[in-house]
């Protein structure tokens, strides 16, 4: 089955789904990474002394790192400004993930769920985008996306790292992927790519605190027992 991952930056795909990804490819799915931004306003630029042109261009570099390191099957990086998805119209963003579908014909959608774990404004306008044109999408009684979930955490509200990550209720999460070594192994690897980026993944403490059991939300769908993967039962 085909399964379409949608973030706004680079490294989103890295910073937790990046075990399910390696995990869904060992599967024999096919798995496809879409980046609305080159995450080019990165304050990282100003270290480098770059503009955000060129940043744009770096982080890109470390994403086709990431595209062989993780073995997507395919990847597209858009040019959607980062760090300003809200001052869009949302309409404008909404197409361009529409035409992505309609090409792609994905099974499954993947964004960030409604708190966008670190509550950054581009996750919250990407994972409201995604699920109004899967609504849009449905109602049109399109035969893809069949499913739309929702990357996530357990647990308690994180507020002693860099960033405050919040969680889903236990109750609403439906998926628990069990990932294995090797798939730990290739997070670490897609986070190594991130060169630019090493400090805040160290701060971060993202590859200590990732575990074996990543969680998703499915949307309009409540599953017990929880699924084991993203295409189960479809």
Do not use: W
Request: hydrophobic share 35%.
């Amino acid at each position: 089955m085909k399964i379409l991952f949608i973030f706004p930056h680079p490294d989103d795909e890295s910073f937790g789904p990046a075990p399910a990804i390696s995990a869904h490819l060992r599967n024999g799915d096919e798995v496809y990474l879409l980046t609305l931004t080159r995450g080019e306003a990165t304050k990282q630029r100003f270290k480098l002394a770059v503009d955000k042109k060129r940043m744009g261009e770096i982080r890109y570099n470390e994403m086709k790192c990431v595209e062989k390191v993780l073995g997507l099957t395919g990847m597209t990086v858009l040019d959607l400004p980062d760090s300003g998805l809200k001052e869009m119209n949302p309409i404008d963003i909404e197409q361009v993930v529409e035409d992505h579908l309609h090409k792609l014909k994905p099974d499954v959608v993947v964004t960030y769920a409604v708190h966008g774990i670190s509550g950054f404004f581009d996750h919250l306008v990407t994972h409201a985008v995604v699920k109004r044109v899967f609504c849009k999408l449905r109602d049109e009684k399109s035969r893809y996306p069949q499913r739309l979930a929702f990357f996530t955490r357990r647990g308690e509200p994180k507020k002693d790292g860099k960033f405050r990550l919040e969680a889903s209720a236990e109750e609403d999460i439906d998926c628990i992927i069990k990932c294995h070594d090797v798939d730990m192994e290739a997070f670490k690897k897609a986070l190594d790519c991130y060169v630019t980026y090493q400090k805040t993944i160290e701060e971060s403490k993202v590859k200590e605190t990732v575990g074996k059991e990543i969680p998703f939300e499915i949307f309009g769908e409540d599953h017990d027992p929880r699924l084991k993967m993203l295409t189960d039962l479809l």
